[in-house]
């Protein structure tokens, strides 16, 4: 089992930038696959980015293709979302999520076991 710290979220203006942080409690941390989800109010949770255990290999959400970045450091069993331009459409509570496998990198909420209690980001206009 891997317990999951999100950190970095606050208050922004539209177009700034800010990055996110999502800690593991687990030194094993490289045999996990990660996503990033978010939840708007009134809205379901939905996929922003992933990542795969090595880092190689990374999917993205149309809505934030070419504004965030999805990279992770597993020698700090952390994994971060830069996220660019924001709008503020991108109001919401962001939560990263980890799996365990070998399989492809996927996409579904529902595919991951683990989560972060979540880290609210606001981008005012």
């Known amino acids: 089992q891997v317990q999951l710290v999100e950190s970095g979220g606050g208050l922004v203006q539209t177009g700034d930038s800010l990055r996110l942080s999502c800690e593991a409690s687990?030194?094993?941390?490289?045999?996990?696959?990660v996503g990033w989800f978010r939840q708007a109010p009134g809205k379901e949770r939905a996929f922003v980015a992933a990542?795969?255990?090595?880092?190689?290999?990374?999917y993205y959400g149309d809505s934030v293709k070419g504004r965030f970045t999805i990279s992770r450091d597993n020698a700090k069993n952390t994994v971060y979302l830069q996220m660019s331009s924001l709008k503020p459409e991108d109001t919401a509570v962001y939560y990263c999520?980890?799996?365990?496998?070998?399989?492809?990198?996927?996409?579904?909420?529902?595919?991951?076991?683990?989560w972060g209690q979540g880290t609210r980001v606001t981008v005012s206009s």
């Open positions: 687990r030194r094993t941390f490289s045999s996990y696959q």
């Open positions: 999520a980890a799996r365990e496998s070998t399989l492809p990198v996927v996409v579904t909420s529902t595919r991951y076991d683990y």
């Open positions: 990542i795969s255990r090595s880092g190689t290999i990374t």
